[in-house]
């Protein structure tokens, strides 16, 4: 059963550094997304994707947030210049057309020191 | 405005015995509703939906979800809890025409064999 994969699975990173998280799509979906889950916390929406543009993002998605499909199959979030407080759980989903169900991928957790 | 809660930060109930998580919503317009389940360090798994029609929805894993229009409920139910059932159980709810899902804070469901 295809799956939404993301890598890497963990990543620790200097406060003020870029990172960059990667996330592949299941492959005829075309609605993709980024949420993410401070520890112990609920799962809050960051961005929407839709058509090479984003669709809808929320207040957390910020000026140091941004998004990119890259090629065909890749969807990456990038944080310019991370904050101890960006320290979360990142989930990417997708959907299909026609569908309101998102499917999510096992998530990325980011650490920054 | 979408709003999500689930009354109950922990449920525990007895291998054998039926299960109820339960959630109430708050949205604008007709409600898509769902159920996500997360093991420990994995990500969010689909369980089941309501989008229309039966009020009853069946999903994986033997879970079901009855949705109730008037009490604006959407509590998630199982007739025999098994312990691998143990997990982190989400609401979610989406507006119509929205794109982004909206959770609860979850609720953690332990089996006791």
């Known amino acids: 059963e295809p799956e939404v994969t993301q890598t890497p699975s963990h990543q620790v990173t200097q406060m003020g550094q870029e990172v960059i998280l990667r996330c592949v799509p299941i492959s005829n979906h075309l609605y993709f997304y980024w949420y993410r889950q401070i520890l112990g916390q609920k799962v809050e929406f960051l961005v929407s994707f839709y058509n090479n543009e984003i669709s809808e993002k929320s207040e957390i998605f910020d000026d140091q947030f941004s998004v990119e499909r890259p090629d065909g199959s890749n969807f990456t979030l990038k944080i310019r210049s991370t904050k101890l407080e960006d320290s979360a759980m990142y989930f990417c989903a997708s959907n299909p057309t026609g569908s309101e169900t998102q499917y999510f991928g096992p998530g990325t957790r980011l650490l920054v020191l | ?113």
């Not at chain 2, 709003?3 to 339960?22: H, I, W, Y």
């Not at chain 2, 982190?88 to 089996?111: D, H, S």
């Open chain 2, 1 to 113: 405005a979408q709003s999500v809660a689930q009354p109950e930060d922990q449920v525990n109930v007895a291998e054998g015995n039926p299960l109820t998580v339960k959630c109430t919503y708050s949205v604008s317009g007709n409600p898509y509703l769902f159920w996500y389940v997360q093991y420990p360090n994995r990500g969010l798994q689909f369980l089941l939906k309501y989008i229309t029609g039966d009020n009853l929805v069946k999903g994986s894993y033997g879970f079901e979800a009855e949705f109730n229009k008037s009490q604006t409920s959407f509590h998630l139910k199982k007739p025999s809890a098994l312990v691998s059932d143990s997990a982190l159980y989400f609401c979610a709810v989406k507006g119509t025409g929205a794109n982004n899902l909206f959770f609860g804070t979850g609720t953690r469901l332990t089996v006791i064999p």
